[in-house]
Nanobody, 113 residues
Framework: QVQLVESGGGLVRPGESLRLSCVVS????????MGWFRQAPGKEREFVVA??????YYGEKGKGRFDMARDNAKNAVYLQMNTLKPEDTAVYYC????????WGKGTLVTVSS
């Protein structure tokens, strides 16, 4: 069974950077299409960034400060977040698009001074 586990969240100050990880288990290869979404308290889940192969697609919230990378040897994808702002506070989820879409349970990022 495919499972996704996010990690790397925490409390950071405005302007700092953070890198989230998402490790895929239950497969021998990293899914071709994976993405990152986030959900702030009281708001809908929103698209941040995704990768199909080596092509990166940015959502409005991911442009400019966020980037995504993959390490197929580790069955993992990463979300690099720079110059974080308080409005980036959210639970960040990764997903994998296979026959169905799999989701992790999320990791909380809090940006506060």
């Amino acid at each position: 069974q495919v499972q996704l586990v996010e990690s790397g969240g925490g409390l950071v100050r405005p302007g700092e950077s953070l890198r989230l990880s998402c490790v895929v288990s239950g497969r021998t290869s990293t899914p071709y299409t994976m993405g990152w979404f986030r959900q702030a308290p009281g708001k809908e889940r929103e698209f941040v960034v995704a990768m199909s192969g080596e092509t990166v697609y940015y959502g409005e919230k991911g442009k400019g400060r966020f980037d995504m990378a993959r390490d197929n040897a580790k069955n993992a994808v990463y979300l690099q977040m720079n110059t974080l702002k308080p409005e980036d506070t959210a639970v960040y989820y990764c997903n994998a698009v296979l026959a169905i879409v799999y989701w992790g349970k999320g990791t909380l990022v809090t940006v506060s001074s």
